[in-house]
């Protein structure tokens, strides 16, 4: 990715508008795609950028395998709406976000769900010099959500 920070707000804006677009409920045009993040703090940064449908925390208090047999008996293979992705699997890009990306997505590719691995990738490799977390995203998201916007028009306008 350029050092270009332009650049690259604009590819990690626009991986995050394709989020928020997919996650929207379905009521307001989207996919109900629910996002799977870490913490509440990973939460609150998506909902600070527009995000309104599901978001589901791993850090709930329950063991991994409780947690990845709820989200495959609630979200299924594929996404009903749009038959693409069951879930945005969006860990942070340290070594600890790593670990549980690869782990969970596993896990829930065992199962033949479909996991959208490629929004976190964006991210780590537009993001990583400005923040290692989902939950940084939120001192950018002044930045961010002119590109995020631009994606996920309809998102922009529910605002």
Partial sequence: MSNNREARYTSAGQALGGARFRNRPTASGGCCCPIIVEGIN?????QSMGFTGPIEQVNRGWDQSRFIAY????????NKVDQGT???LLMDWDR???????????????FGMKI???????????????????????????????YIDSIDLEGAEEQ
């Fill in 42 to 46: 990973d939460r609150i940064a998506l």
């Fill in 71 to 78: 989200i495959f008996e609630k979200y299924g293979i594929l």
């Fill in 86 to 88: 069951a879930v945005i």
């Fill in 96 to 110: 600890t976000g790593g670990h549980l990306q690869r782990k969970i997505g596993e896990r829930l590719e065992a």
């Fill in 116 to 146: 959208d691995h490629e929004t976190r990738m964006e991210l780590l490799r537009a993001m990583k010099p400005e923040s290692r977390t989902v939950e940084g995203l939120k001192a950018h998201t002044e930045k961010l959500r002119p």
